[in-house]
Antibody, heavy 121, light 110 residues
Framework: QLQLVESGGGVVLPGRSLRVSCAAS?????????MHWVRQAPGKGLEWVAV????????FYADSVKGRFTISRDNSQNTLYLQMNNVRPEDTAVYYC?????????????WGQGTLVTVSS | QSALTQPPSVSGSPGQSVTISCTGT?????????VSWYQQAPGTAPKLMIY???YRPSGVPDRFSGSKSGNTASLTISGLQAEDEAHYYC??????????FGGGTKLTVL
């Protein structure tokens, strides 16, 4: 079982940067998990943001964040990151990290409780 | 890419069956058998209910089943229970190596 805890959310000005983190525990093999970021704007549906392979060698992004957001991981610290640059009001959302050890990029079995990012002046 | 299309809401009485549809394109649902369904109760994180069209993770009741035909996937919940009331989201892997979610369907148990 993998437990995930997000942190780093808060209020950020448009055009500025913010980094959110996701700490994993409960499994000694965080490096076996493909990890995702998914966001949910207030009162809205889920939107997939990005995914990273076990070792960080492969990453894919949604068009809405490509070139602005960067997903990364530190397997020695069991932590996933999302660096958010040049943020926009439409980036306001709860950001969830999610992972899966099946080897597939499309199954999200474990989810954190999310961290709220508000982009506002 | 646009989100997958789901009905905004469905409802049913306890014991009945309901089906939620999820329509995509030949670049996502129609391209792979990689459709998943997630349940989200208010104020909680999503929970994986179905993966690869019709497989259930351990612990998910067999009242939940999935299917796919062409560019449309479906989730059927039989023997509806009050605890099933939640939002349901479909997702699909795409030919672009990305994941696409549906807009979500609110299930009301009458």
């Amino acid at each position: 079982q993998l437990q995930l805890v997000e942190s780093g959310g808060g209020v950020v000005l448009p055009g500025r940067s913010l980094r959110v983190s996701c700490a994993a525990s409960g499994s000694t093999f965080f490096s076996s998990y493909i990890m995702h970021w998914v966001r949910q704007a207030p009162g809205k549906g889920l939107e997939w943001v990005a995914v990273m392979s076990y070792d960080g060698s492969n990453t894919f992004y949604a068009d809405s964040v490509k070139g602005r957001f960067t997903i990364s991981r530190d397997n020695s610290q069991n932590t996933l990151y999302l660096q958010m640059n040049n943020v926009r009001p439409e980036d306001t959302a709860v950001y969830y990290c999610a992972g899966d050890a099946s080897g597939n990029y499309y199954r999200l079995a474990y989810w954190g409780q999310g961290t709220l990012v508000t982009v506002s002046s | 890419q646009s989100a997958l299309t789901q009905p905004p809401s469905v409802s049913g009485s306890p014991g009945q069956s309901v089906t939620i549809s999820c329509t995509g394109t030949s670049s996502d649902i129609g391209f792979y058998n990689r459709v998943s369904w997630y349940q989200q109760a208010p104020g909680t994180a999503p929970k994986l209910m179905i993966y690869e069209v019709n497989y259930r993770p351990s612990g998910v009741p067999d009242r939940f089943s999935g299917s796919k035909s062409g560019n449309t996937a479906s989730l059927t919940i039989s023997g509806l229970q009050a605890e099933d009331e939640a939002h349901y989201y479909c997702s699909s892997y795409t030919r672009f190596s990305t994941v696409l979610f549906g807009g979500g369907t609110k299930l009301t148990v009458l």
